[in-house]
């Protein structure tokens, strides 16, 4: 009778035991989180996006069928490096050193080893984390001896200063990565060397140039494990290696997927030339779409769909430099109904598609129109993953998490967003209104900065988007009042150094004078 009694309770002790642990399971089950970044990519290259679109994109397009489109996504600036920054570290890349253009492939590193990124975030979590892609973001190369560096953020004037057999410091590895394998700027800007973990993968030993009318390349140090053509393709196949390598772990993980396609240089292997009818370009994100697809099946095989988080976007509007007055004879719009291209402050600068699938949180086939940021990944990672984020810590940054709940009738998400271009100039979106701290696009659309025709312009631009979203008429001389609250409120978020709720904080300091803070008024 005591031996009954006695493994009576030993075995409720073991099912209380084996509840706790299933329990505490699900509380850590979080997501495997997985985010493809375009580069050049318009709102109107995806069909999904742009139904008049002339370049098929059915992998792309089935992303979306099985997630959450969101047809108001903005990247945080209108080119390259700045808009990588924001993504990582759920901050406006003009609070950086950086207040307007991109890095080349010499420049030291941008981050501050010191400052979260999502990397970080997914990493104090538990993650496996790893970036693959176009880093632009910045790095140290190893330098010489003999060769002058003068210390933080110095660059070497040419490569000859720079020696690939050392050790690159302050790398992706640096701010959370574990895992990190890519190039340092565009595909377009030498060095051509792979690292992996600090450690290049191959010493250059030739030097290559491509002045193709859309192939074109700067002339530059080429590894002999880099070519040009088989960048994207390698970055994807990894990718998918990663995924399925991870999938059988027991922890999650969180791959930054970082394209340096459809960015010039435009490549398609032989087997998709003249796929899509248009420029090469259009045969360009045909390959892409390809490989999208095969990731997309990667995790279904793996049998992680369930719960795991694929963000698909891009990093700015489509570029002129891949033809977009070719393709627009022919009927497709990179921009789709969108004013400018990438580096404008213009809606085609910066407005990109976004799509974001996870069957077990997001329901397919779903639209969200709120306006959303780049900068928002990381208030969203960390509310998946339970983290708090400090007030020096993702301060433009927003949770997307009850977007994601279509059945959350969310009105309101944030107060208001603000957009750069190459130039730094200022845009601010609140609601249906945009006001451009511009005369004209602060980019390379019609009317650029410093061009004769700016000369009669107003100082500033006020669009109501909502009945003109090609930006055609501007009305800031009828609504006064509405300009002097959108402009007070950009001042408030320059000057607090934060767009989110939380304690004031400071932007990064450069010398000599922030020109578009004065021509803002302060």
């Not at 259009?282 to 995790?299: L, P, R, S």
């Not at 793996?302 to 963000?311: D, F, K, M, S």
Request: proline share 6%; charged share 25%.
């Amino acid at each position: 009778m005591n031996r009954k009694w006695n493994f009576s309770l030993f075995f409720l002790f073991l099912l209380g035991l084996f509840s706790c642990e299933e329990e505490k399971k699900a509380e850590t089950n979080h997501p495997n989180i997985i985010v493809i970044l375009a580069d050049d990519l318009g709102y109107g290259d995806i069909h999904a996006f742009n139904p008049e679109g002339k370049i098929p994109t059915p992998h792309i397009d089935q992303l979306a069928a099985e997630g959450m489109k969101f047809t108001d996504a903005h990247t945080p600036s209108a080119v390259c490096t700045p808009t990588r920054y924001g993504f990582l570290t759920g901050r406006y890349n003009w609070r950086s050193t950086l207040k307007s253009g991109v890095l080349t492939g010499k420049s030291p590193a941008l981050i501050e080893d010191e400052r979260t990124t999502i990397a970080d975030v997914m990493k104090n979590a538990g993650y496996h984390t790893a970036f693959i892609g176009k880093w632009h973001l910045g790095w140290n190369w190893g330098i010489k001896e003999g060769e002058e560096n003068q210390g933080e953020g110095w660059e070497p004037q040419d490569f000859d200063a720079i020696d690939f057999s050392k050790t690159v410091t302050h790398t992706p590895n640096d701010l959370g990565f574990d895992y990190a394998y890519g190039h340092s700027g565009s595909l377009d800007m030498a060095p051509y060397v792979y690292v992996e973990n600090g450690t290049a993968t191959a010493i250059p030993d030739t030097v290559t140039v491509n002045t193709g009318k859309y192939s074109w390349w700067r002339e530059g140090p080429t590894s002999p494990d880099f070519d040009h053509e088989k960048v994207t393709p390698n970055f994807f196949q990894r990718s998918i290696q990663y995924i399925e390598e991870q999938a059988k772990e027991e922890k999650p993980f969180f791959l930054y997927l970082a394209l340096p396609s459809p960015h010039t240089p435009i490549l398609p292997p032989a087997e998709w030339q003249g796929k899509s009818g248009l420029a090469p370009f259009g045969d360009f994100m045909m390959m892409i779409d390809d490989y999208v697809g095969q990731v997309n099946e990667a995790i279904k095989k793996a049998g992680i769909e369930e719960n795991t988080l694929v963000i698909f976007t891009s990093d700015n509007g489509g570029s002129p430099a891949a033809g977009l007055d070719v393709m627009q004879a022919a009927g497709h719009f990179s921009s789709y109904i969108y004013r400018g291209h990438k580096a404008d402050t213009y809606e085609g600068g910066h407005r990109v598609p976004f799509i974001a699938k996870w069957p077990s949180k997001i329901q397919a086939g779903t639209t969200r129109t709120h306006t959303i940021c780049l900068t928002d990944m990381m208030a969203t990672s960390a509310e998946i993953t339970g983290y708090q984020l400090k007030d020096n810590e993702g301060e433009d940054s927003y949770s997307l998490m009850r977007l994601f709940d279509y059945d959350d009738p969310l009105e309101e998400f944030r107060e208001a967003t603000v957009h750069h271009s190459i130039n730094g100039s200022f845009a601010i979106r609140q609601g249906d209104s945009k006001l451009i701290m511009a005369k004209g696009s602060g980019g390379w659309s019609f009317p650029k900065p410093g061009d004769p025709a700016e000369e009669e312009l107003p100082d500033v631009q006020l669009y109501i988007l909502a009945s003109d979203p090609g930006e055609k008429t501007n009305v800031y001389a009828e609504n006064p009042e509405k300009v002097a609250a959108m402009k007070a409120l950009l001042i408030k978020y320059i000057k607090e150094g934060r767009s989110t709720p939380g304690a004031a904080q400071q932007n990064d300091p450069i010398e000599g004078e922030w020109k578009q803070i004065s021509f803002i008024g302060e």
